[in-house]
């Protein structure tokens, strides 16, 4: 009776722990339904389930970071949204990837190459929209976004140059 209590316990924490966010709204989803949706690789578990709308995905307290980010922004969307990574021992990426019309999903990152994002730098190409994001560093806890300036206000979460990879984050429209 204790074991099966016990795994029943356990089984139920799990599930908590996936679909509660921030905000305590977040549910888990195969497919992304919302505004602006994302999902983490992360070190050791793999691809989570989608995220949307603020949200966070990613993990805290298990020292795992994300490796890779998929953004889904629903087709016709009539500003797109550019993003791109910077990961310990790379860099920047060279270029922004953005969505369009025609395409809704972009990604950023790597996958089984044990590369940790350190910062995102992301912006949408449109001056009335914003974008609210925050990211965990490891070490340093929750921190909201930097203004990077150009191409559209681009903003930043993360930290570069000090090694601190993210292990989690969210994002939304403003």
């Given amino acids: 009776m204790f074991k099966r209590t016990l795994r029943t316990f356990a089984a139920v924490t799990i599930a908590v722990a996936a679909t509660v966010t921030a905000t305590g709204t977040a549910v888990a989803r195969d497919t992304p339904s919302g505004d602006l949706c994302y999902r983490a690789h992360v070190q050791n578990f793999g691809w989570q ?78 001056i009335i929209a914003r974008i609210d994001a925050e990211a965990h560093i490891r070490n340093d806890g929750w921190k909201d976004s930097t203004y990077l300036g150009g191409n559209f206000g681009a903003e930043m979460i993360g930290t570069t140059g000090r090694a601190l990879p993210i292990e989690a984050f969210w994002f939304k429209w403003a």
Avoid at 56 to 75: C, I, M, N, Q, Y
Avoid at 76 to 101: E, L, M
């Fill in 49 to 126: 389930d989608w995220r949307c709308d603020g949200e966070w995905a990613g993990t805290t307290g298990k020292a795992a970071h994300v490796e890779a980010v998929e953004f889904d922004v629903p087709l016709g969307a009539t500003a797109r949204f550019c993003v791109k990574a910077h990961r310990t021992n790379y860099g920047w990426d060279s270029t922004y990837q953005c969505t369009s019309s025609s395409r809704s999903r972009v990604m950023i990152g790597t996958t089984g190459m044990n590369t940790p994002i350190e910062a995102i730098a992301f912006y949408r190409d449109s």
